[in-house]
């Protein structure tokens, strides 16, 4: 767990935000919570098996973690 008001501590977590609030926030405007939890839901869904990443050398992060998990086994 971090620590309070070091966001460095977990940047892979803060720049999933940062995309997420310029990439789907940006452009919708849910008007219930229950709206809002459906956009995050459906971009992580998106984010994890459709998004290819060039740090994951083109894999999407769905891809990678599989990828991973056949080389060590």
Same mark, same amino acid.
């Given at each position: 767990?971090?620590?309070?008001?070091?966001?460095?501590?977990?940047?892979?977590?803060?720049?999933? =935000?940062?995309?997420?609030?310029?990439?789907? @926030? #940006?452009?919708?405007?849910?008007?219930? &919570?229950?709206?809002?939890?459906?956009?995050?839901?459906?971009?992580?869904? =998106?984010?994890?098996?459709?998004?290819?990443? @060039? #740090?994951?050398?083109?894999?999407?992060? &769905?891809?990678?973690?599989?990828?991973?998990?056949?080389?060590?086994?």
């Amino acid at each position: 767990m971090s620590r309070p008001g070091t966001p460095g501590d977990n940047s892979p977590m803060e720049s999933f =935000w940062s995309q997420f609030k310029t990439e789907e @926030l #940006a452009f919708k405007h849910p008007l219930s &919570e229950i709206e809002l939890i459906a956009i995050i839901k459906k971009y992580i869904n =998106w984010h994890n098996k459709e998004r290819r990443q @060039l #740090a994951l050398n083109g894999m999407t992060p &769905e891809e990678y973690r599989n990828h991973a998990v056949q080389e060590s086994a």
